[in-house]
């Protein structure tokens, strides 16, 4: 890919992002350029990736063909007015932030810029992440097309409305910290049997992995493959059954209830 890639924020995200593109060989490091707040971030990811960094936003806004917004929510609204001038019509603007939409971005630039909204996730860090894609009416086909290359370099896409995008950061962006938790949790029940730590950590974590591969891989209900390893009377049906006293299936989905109001929270209402 021959564009520049811009990020402003240079922390968690951002990270995963650029050394998944990296990684993938999709952009050279010399074509991504990133500010961050302070220079020891910078520092960090100079030496780390091998980018450009400059501790500028505005040159990192004028340089880049495709802008991520790396910054946190209630960041935005200084960076977007700080960088207003120095975004070119071309370039295309892509916002990471829960609660951002496509409103946020036309009162910052007073016109319709070419925007895309993007939801990633961390796992893009090892090309596995998973990312929500929802263009605006100034991106054309070729437009999409690019920007799913780029994130398709760090894992899966798919392109949503900007209604469903809402939704996104608690099945897919903020959904690995709950997956972090079952693993450590898993892994504690081991350790309390008498496993050592990293083995547990190891047997825990290739578990989760495989049991969702299985899901992508056969296309079978997840009721199925949890049926395929009930016997009756058996030791699984025993853990599930404590499972579904302990409320597990609706904690998941209440604490995603508590992600999606939060990203309603965020949004500004400029009713007021
Ligand atoms: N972490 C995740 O799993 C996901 C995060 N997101 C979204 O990505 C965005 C970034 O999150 P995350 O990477 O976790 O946050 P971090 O706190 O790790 O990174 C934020 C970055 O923004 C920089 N920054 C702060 N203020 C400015 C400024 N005025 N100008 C330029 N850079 C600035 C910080 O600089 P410095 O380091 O110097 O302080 C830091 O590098 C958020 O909107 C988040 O909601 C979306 C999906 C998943
Ligand atoms: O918690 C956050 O703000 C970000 C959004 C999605 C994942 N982490």
């Known amino acids: 890919m021959e564009q520049t890639i811009g990020f402003i924020g240079s922390g ?4 995963a992002m650029m050394g998944g593109m990296i990684r993938s060989e999709l952009v050279p490091a010399s074509q991504i350029i990133a500010s961050a707040r302070t220079e020891a971030t910078l520092s960090r990811v100079a030496a780390q990736f091998g980018i450009q960094t400059n501790l500028n936003n505005r040159h990192v806004a004028r340089e880049a063909d495709i802008l991520i917004l790396a910054i946190k929510p209630h960041d935005y609204q200084t960076v977007l007015e700080e960088i207003k ?3 070119s019509q071309e370039a295309i603007i892509i916002p990471i932030a829960p609660g951002i939409r496509f409103v ?3 009162q910052a630039f007073e016109q319709e810029m070419k925007v895309v909204l993007a939801m990633p996730n961390t796992p893009s860090l090892i090309e596995a992440g998973m990312s929500a894609l929802c263009p605006n009416d100034k991106i054309s086909s070729h437009e999409l097309d690019l ?5 398709g370099s760090i894992g899966e896409v798919d392109v949503l ?4 995008m809402e939704a996104v950061p608690a099945i897919s962006s903020s959904a ?4 972090y938790m079952m693993i450590e949790a898993m892994a504690d029940g081991g350790v309390a049997q008498g496993l050592g730590r990293e083995q547990a950590y190891r047997l825990a974590a290739q578990t ?8 992508l891989d056969t296309g079978k209900h997840p009721g199925e493959l949890k049926d395929n390893v009930t016997s009756p009377a058996g030791t699984t049906i ?9 409320k597990f299936r609706g904690t998941i989905m209440a604490a995603m209830q508590s992600c999606t109001d939060r990203v309603m929270e965020m949004q500004i209402d400029y009713e007021d």
């Open 12 to 15: 968690n995200m951002a990270q």
């Open 85 to 87: 001038h120095d975004v």
């Open 104 to 106: 946020d971005l036309q």
């Open 147 to 151: 920007v799913m290359q780029l994130f």
């Open 161 to 164: 409305s900007e209604k469903q």
């Open 176 to 179: 690995p910290a709950y997956v």
């Open 208 to 215: 989760v992995l495989g049991a969702a591969k299985m899901v």
């Open 238 to 246: 025993a853990a599930v059954a404590t499972l579904e006293q302990s």
